[in-house]
């Protein structure tokens, strides 16, 4: 029984300064934010990364941190490390991130699902962010180096010759194997 008291005891005293020590440093959320799309942004675009307190279903989001990215003439994926206190998160609240780019007071692109993080069992790390073209916003030109994607029709094509070829080979190997 003293060996087991013991042991919690030493435990505790290893792992509670390794706990203090994190707090102190601070904690933190990283990943990507990315889009899909085949485009280059505006020289004057920014990338924006936001941690929200989302617990409150109707009041605005609470930014706990949050950070401005200049994408520098780079294709996505975009980095970032968000750092916040962690003696300000409450366990029982909701976290999420996420992520904008804007040209000026132009939205471009935005993230239009949750990333839920921290609490609740939600990750810290490696969070993937993908983001949508806002609507009605023209696209930044394609540069001409990009090779041009197409309608999709030469696939099409490609698929009902494949079947084509396969029920032909299909109906010579039956004719065959019966004579």
Do not use: C, H, W
């Not at 792992?15 to 990315?34: E, I, N, R, S, W």
């Amino acid at each position: 029984m003293l060996k087991r008291i013991l042991f919690v005891l030493i435990v505790i005293l290893v792992l509670f300064p390794a706990a203090a020590l994190a707090q102190q440093t601070g904690g933190k959320v990283t990943g990507t934010a990315a889009y899909r799309e085949r485009i280059t942004l505006p020289p004057s675009a920014r990338v924006i990364v936001e941690l929200q307190d989302v617990s409150l279903a109707d009041a605005p989001a609470k930014i706990i941190a949050n950070q401005t990215i200049d994408p520098a003439g780079k294709a996505p994926p975009y980095p970032f490390e968000l750092t916040y206190d962690p003696s300000k998160i409450i366990e029982q609240n909701r976290y999420v991130v996420r992520s904008t780019i804007r040209d000026g007071d132009k939205l471009l692109f935005t993230s239009t699902q949750a990333y839920p993080v921290i609490t609740r069992g939600n990750p810290t790390s490696d969070i993937e962010i993908l983001m949508q073209q806002v609507s009605g916003t023209p696209s930044p030109e394609t540069p001409k180096t990009m090779p041009a994607t197409g309608d999709g029709g030469g696939l099409l094509v490609l698929a009902v010759i494949t079947g084509v070829v396969l029920i032909v080979g299909g109906l010579l190997l039956r004719r065959r194997s019966s004579a």
